[in-house]
């Protein structure tokens, strides 16, 4: 073939591309923007939106509310619903229209980072079966056992009375990795060191994995999957350690069937266990542990790091909260039960998710087909639809005083209303939603929460609290491309003083 020909083919394709983009682009004309919407100059604002996402969705919630409106993202036009009516129709749009999982593939690129069929799949139906509900009341105990193990461990504080100084996102990692992994995998194999290294090193390589392979182009992205991620690597690693326990828990399957008497009550058994799990490989339920091992892992570290920071900020919020743990253990012991009590536990903890959780946006999907909002606006297939988290979290219509942080916010109005429910650290309603909303709202927030009420209420009645000598103030988080960053703050701990 002649270079002329090779020239005109390329030149024939380069414009064929061009048009593709410009009408794709074109369908987002009417939809207000926030920052640039002209070509070229959207990417200045979809590099504004890494630095600055917080503002420029606030700004477009507080200008066309209710409503949507657009930014640029380094990946693609992200419309936004502003308003609690803009929610809730994206918690009602079918999953053939408005699409949870591709958002979720997209955005976390789950087949390069968590491996190719983990993403997804049978484990999800286990979580939402096994780790929510009745499920959970018989796993408190080892949830608070090696809640106490961990902390005994990590924060090495002597009798004496001396405070000794944390280094809070390390430790709080590793401290939930091994909590996540008594029900996860039993003991031993949850206090193992290496385990536990490689969950926590893998955890934050899937989080900036994914980050870095959002800016390739689609076509380019296996290459630099091979270059960016160690997927492959971290996996090779886990079978390794996990392969004895799955082979022996294999040999007592095929040995006694049904008839096990001490079978674990944990998630890898619970994989091992079902329809779909009994046909798949060692290697396949070494993965889907490392993947819920990320979920575990980022988010409940995230949101406890920022609880004890707000704890250390004020001492009497720190004596309120230890006064319930005592009252509520005193008359029901540590169980399900007694933890469901603890309401300002709960409300301290649904407050912190409020002011800053998990990020500025949720409720991510990807248009598989056009879809139109109650006002007319039409969202192009294969755009991105997203709901503002914080800016709705900050409403002062959906919570009054919304800039302030209130601990007994939650608390209190359920002493008003009376519903056990409605305002629970796990409930998501239109203008609550940390967890998404709607039944692709997170599956592990049940497992997730009583962790976190245990460990917060665990370090209450045992340690007090405070920032370094010369520190006072909440240590605000940072917003990377619209996810939280929380700050890598060290506090001071020491034995509970009488």
């Excluded at 994995?209 to 160690?230: C, H, M, N, S």
């Excluded at 266990?273 to 570290?301: K, W």
Aim: charged share 20%; proline share 4%; aromatic share 12%.
């Amino acid at each position: 073939m002649s270079p002329h020909r090779v020239l005109a083919g390329l030149a024939a394709f380069s414009a064929c591309m061009f048009v593709r983009w410009y009408v794709f682009n074109l369908q987002f004309s009417r939809i207000p923007t926030i920052g640039y919407s002209e070509p070229i100059l959207s990417w200045i604002s979809a590099f504004r939106f890494i630095v600055d996402a917080k503002e420029m969705v606030h700004m477009g919630y507080e200008k066309y509310k209710p409503g949507v409106f657009k930014v640029a993202n380094i990946d693609g036009w992200v419309i936004i619903a502003a308003g609690t009516q803009a929610v809730d129709e994206v918690r009602k749009a079918p999953d053939e229209v408005l699409s949870f999982f591709e958002a979720a593939e997209r955005r976390q690129q789950v087949s390069y980072t968590l491996g190719p069929g983990v993403g997804f799949g049978y484990h999800i139906g286990i979580i939402k079966a096994q780790l929510t509900g009745k499920s959970l009341t018989a796993l408190v105990d080892d949830i608070r056992d090696e809640t106490v193990a961990a902390f005994n461990d990590l924060i090495p504080v002597g009798p004496d009375g001396r405070w000794v100084k944390v280094c809070i996102q390390p430790m709080l990692r590793n401290a939930i990795c091994r909590v996540s992994n008594r029900l996860f995998v039993g003991l031993p194999l949850c206090r193992d060191a290496e385990w536990i290294r490689l969950n926590v090193e893998f955890t934050i390589d899937t989080f900036i994995g994914a980050q870095i392979l959002r800016i390739f182009p689609g076509i380019l992205r296996p290459i630099a999957a091979l270059l960016f991620t160690k997927v492959a690597a971290s996996h090779k690693r886990g079978f390794a350690l996990v392969k004895p326990l799955i082979e022996a828990r294999l040999r007592m399957m095929a040995e006694y069937g049904d008839n096990w008497e001490d079978r674990p009550n944990d998630f890898l058994q619970w994989l091992m266990d079902s329809v779909e799990g009994r046909s798949q490989s060692p290697q396949d339920y070494c993965r889907r542990l490392m993947a819920v091992n990320f979920g575990a892992i980022h988010t409940s570290s995230l949101n406890m790091s920022q609880a004890l920071y707000r704890l250390a900020s004020n001492p009497e919020w720190q004596m309120e909260l230890r006064a319930e743990v005592e009252e509520v253990v005193q008359a029901h012991g540590f169980s399900k039960v007694s933890i469901g009590k603890m309401r300002k536990i709960d409300s301290f903890l649904r407050e912190q998710q409020r002011c800053e959780g998990l990020g500025v946006l949720t409720m991510t999907r990807v248009a598989l087909k056009p879809f139109t909002f109650s006002n007319g606006v039409r969202v192009p297939q294969g755009a991105f639809v997203s709901c503002a988290q914080l800016a709705t979290h900050y409403d002062e219509q959906n919570y009054t005083d919304a800039d302030t942080f209130n601990p007994w916010r939650f608390s209190s109005v359920h002493d008003t209303d009376g519903d056990d429910t409605k305002y629970q650290l796990v409930a998501t309603s239109n203008d609550f939603i940390n967890f998404g909303h709607g039944r692709h709202a997170c599956p592990g927030r049940f497992f997730a929460a009583i962790e976190l009420k245990c460990q917060l209420a665990h370090i209450v009645l045992n340690y007090d609290v405070a920032f370094l000598e010369g520190e006072s103030g909440y240590p605000t988080s940072r917003f990377i491309n619209g996810l939280c960053v929380p700050a890598d703050t060290e506090l001071m701990f020491r034995k509970r003083q009488f």
